[in-house]
């Protein structure tokens, strides 16, 4: 039976190519695995099976004169409902925007996918406008994790996590922002990528919804699947006055030639605390013991815990609702303002209050992380610094995670100053705690260089399996 987390991507796109299975059985078992199991999940907010079936059964008829249809010929995929897809509203979690009309074409980053053959389902839930770490809105409601379908499955890109989580799909759309592609990432037991920021372009008539803080990409089962899905999808793009040029390699191919098994680099920094955070206990206990499985097989780890002696989330937040403020300030004092989720609306508020010089020092502290982030990697001549994904435990539906069994609003703090200074950074699952769910360590890596990253992510992911919700 089939099941797309015991077949690699590539090697799914392979049978699909050579045609040992048609793109229309892949595509038809998605949509019976979303029929089975979206119900209590709720990861899909919407489906388009019949241009699905047809989009699949056009791959099966090129593949069947001879074409070459792409890489992902025949790959069924969800895509984060921020971002458009052709034929289908993208309501951005919003009530507000439930009503507008279907989108006239996919965006770049869907159009990629499409393009190198892979079969669109549908849209994944997320929170309205991207804007918190669980996966919730007014509109939809909450998805669910599928270790344990009483937990969130992490945010924003939660609806996706949970469909690749549950084996609904092989790959799914993400974008992170503040940590909405490591988080649900690492809740969910996926290892995932948020690239260098402008990697793949997010082209339009304005700045993103997040401003510079947001980084779109793929989602997948294992480093590989991630990897092979971004070798599409990288690239720049004339609509993209900052999208960076091509790497000229292909990712999947770096992780995969001939001694790039040995993954991970010959030394390592750790930082479990990054110098100003409180961790759970069982978390840090966990991706110690990961950090020491490299370590015994060869890596040098050195500790460094004093990188940021204060948390960043100032100037994040600073920079995150100002572009709220400016995507929905409008609706501040009319009726539609009490529409909003109630976690949106104060961030909403809170941009309109921003002095203009607050906004400037807040970009200033880009530069100031970036500087004390290049400092560790010069002096320690290590590609990457690990550390923890969340510092607090996956938290119940509706509620934060906890620190050590206390509820803790900040229990995503590694992730958001990563956004600021645009590293590259990936999530690996590195085990389970005692309730079965699972957790994640970070890969940050130096400017431009996500092969080590991925690398790295690999070799973690060889060295502790997790296995597959249900299985423990």
């Given at each position: 039976?089939?099941?797309?987390?015991?077949?690699?991507?590539?090697?799914?796109?392979?049978?699909?190519?050579?045609?040992?299975?048609?793109?229309?059985?892949?595509?038809?078992?998605?949509?019976?695995?979303?029929?089975?199991?979206?119900?209590?999940?709720?990861?899909?907010?919407?489906?388009?099976?019949?241009?699905?079936?047809?989009?699949?059964?056009?791959?099966?008829?090129?593949?069947?004169?001879?074409?070459?249809?792409?890489?992902?010929?025949?790959?069924?995929?969800?895509?984060?409902?921020?971002?458009?897809?052709?034929?289908?509203?993208?309501?951005?979690?919003?009530?507000?925007?439930?009503?507008?009309?279907?989108?006239?074409?996919?965006?770049?980053?869907?159009?990629?996918?499409?393009?190198?053959?892979?079969?669109?389902?549908?849209?994944?839930?997320?929170?309205?406008?991207?804007?918190?770490?669980?996966?919730?809105?007014?509109?939809?409601?909450?998805?669910?994790?599928?270790?344990?379908?009483?937990?969130?499955?992490?945010?924003?890109?939660?609806?996706?996590?949970?469909?690749?989580?549950?084996?609904?799909?092989?790959?799914?759309?993400?974008?992170?922002?503040?940590?909405?592609?490591?988080?649900?990432?690492?809740?969910?037991?996926?290892?995932?990528?948020?690239?260098?920021?402008?990697?793949?372009?997010?082209?339009?008539?304005?700045?993103?919804?997040?401003?510079?803080?947001?980084?779109?990409?793929?989602?997948?089962?294992?480093?590989?699947?991630?990897?092979?899905?971004?070798?599409?999808?990288?690239?720049?793009?004339?609509?993209?006055?900052?999208?960076?040029?091509?790497?000229?390699?292909?990712?999947?191919?770096?992780?995969?030639?001939?001694?790039?098994?040995?993954?991970?680099?010959?030394?390592?920094?750790?930082?479990?605390?990054?110098?100003?955070?409180?961790?759970?206990?069982?978390?840090?206990?966990?991706?110690?013991?990961?950090?020491?499985?490299?370590?015994?097989?060869?890596?040098?780890?050195?500790?460094?815990?004093?990188?940021?002696?204060?948390?960043?989330?100032?100037?994040?937040?600073?920079?995150?609702?100002?572009?709220?403020?400016?995507?929905?300030?409008?609706?501040?004092?009319?009726?539609?303002?009490?529409?909003?989720?109630?976690?949106?609306?104060?961030?909403?508020?809170?941009?309109?209050?921003?002095?203009?010089?607050?906004?400037?020092?807040?970009?200033?502290?880009?530069?100031?992380?970036?500087?004390?982030?290049?400092?560790?990697?010069?002096?320690?001549?290590a590609p990457v610094i690990l550390s923890p994904v969340c510092a607090g435990q996956t938290p119940l539906?509706?509620?934060?995670?906890?620190?050590?069994?206390?509820?803790?609003?900040?229990?995503?703090?590694?992730?958001?100053?990563?956004?600021?200074?645009?590293?590259?950074?990936?999530?690996?699952?590195?085990?389970?705690?005692?309730?079965?769910?699972?957790?994640?360590?970070?890969?940050?890596?130096?400017?431009?260089?996500?092969?080590?990253?991925?690398?790295?992510?690999?070799?973690?992911?060889?060295?502790?399996?997790?296995?597959?919700?249900?299985?423990?």
């Open positions: 039976m089939l099941d797309f987390r015991d077949q690699p991507v590539a090697e799914l796109a392979r049978r699909i190519r050579s045609r040992e299975l048609s793109a229309r059985e892949v595509t038809a078992h998605a949509l019976e695995r979303i029929e089975a199991l979206n119900p209590e999940l709720n990861a899909f907010v919407a489906v388009d099976a019949d241009r699905a079936v047809r989009d699949a059964a056009t791959i099966d008829e090129r593949l069947a004169r001879g074409d070459d249809p792409g890489p992902l010929a025949g790959i069924p995929m969800g895509v984060k409902d921020l971002e458009a897809v052709d034929g289908l509203t993208t309501t951005y979690g919003s009530a507000l925007r439930a009503g507008d009309p279907p989108a006239a074409a996919d965006c770049v980053h869907v159009a990629r996918y499409r393009a190198a053959g892979a079969i669109i389902l549908g849209k994944t839930n997320t929170p309205e406008y991207g804007h918190k770490g669980a996966t919730d809105n007014p509109l939809f409601g909450a998805t669910r994790n599928p270790w344990s379908a009483a937990h969130s499955p992490g945010g924003s890109s939660g609806g996706s996590a949970a469909a690749i989580a549950a084996g609904m799909v092989p790959l799914a759309t993400g974008s992170d922002g503040g940590g909405s592609i490591r988080i649900p990432g690492a809740l969910n037991g996926l290892s995932v990528l948020k690239t260098e920021a402008a990697r793949i372009p997010i082209s339009g008539t304005a700045m993103p919804g997040s401003g510079l803080l947001s980084t779109n990409g793929p989602m997948g089962w294992r480093t590989a699947d991630t990897a092979y899905a971004l070798d599409v999808a990288i690239g720049p793009d004339g609509g993209d006055p900052l999208s960076l040029p091509h790497p000229g390699v292909s990712w999947f191919d770096s992780l995969t030639a001939d001694g790039a098994e040995s993954g991970a680099p010959a030394r390592v920094v750790w930082s479990p605390t990054f110098g100003f955070a409180d961790v759970d206990s069982e978390l840090l206990a966990l991706c110690q013991a990961a950090v020491g499985r490299l370590a015994a097989a060869g890596t040098e780890v050195i500790d460094v815990d004093d990188i940021w002696p204060d948390d960043p989330v100032g100037a994040w937040y600073t920079l995150w609702c100002v572009a709220r403020y400016k995507a929905q300030g409008h609706l501040v004092g009319t009726p539609d303002f009490e529409r909003i989720s109630d976690t949106l609306q104060p961030q909403i508020l809170h941009g309109m209050e921003v002095l203009g010089v607050d906004h400037a020092r807040a970009h200033d502290a880009i530069y100031a992380l970036n500087a004390s982030l290049d400092a560790v990697f010069t002096a320690n001549q539906l509706g509620q934060s995670g906890t620190i050590n069994g206390t509820a803790d609003v900040g229990w995503v703090k590694f992730t958001y100053g990563i956004n600021l200074t645009r590293n590259p950074a990936g999530s690996v699952p590195v085990g389970l705690t005692t309730a079965g769910l699972p957790v994640g360590l970070q890969v940050i890596g130096r400017h431009h260089d996500e092969v080590t990253v991925l690398r790295t992510m690999a070799a973690v992911e060889a060295l502790v399996p997790t296995g597959k919700p249900g299985e423990h």
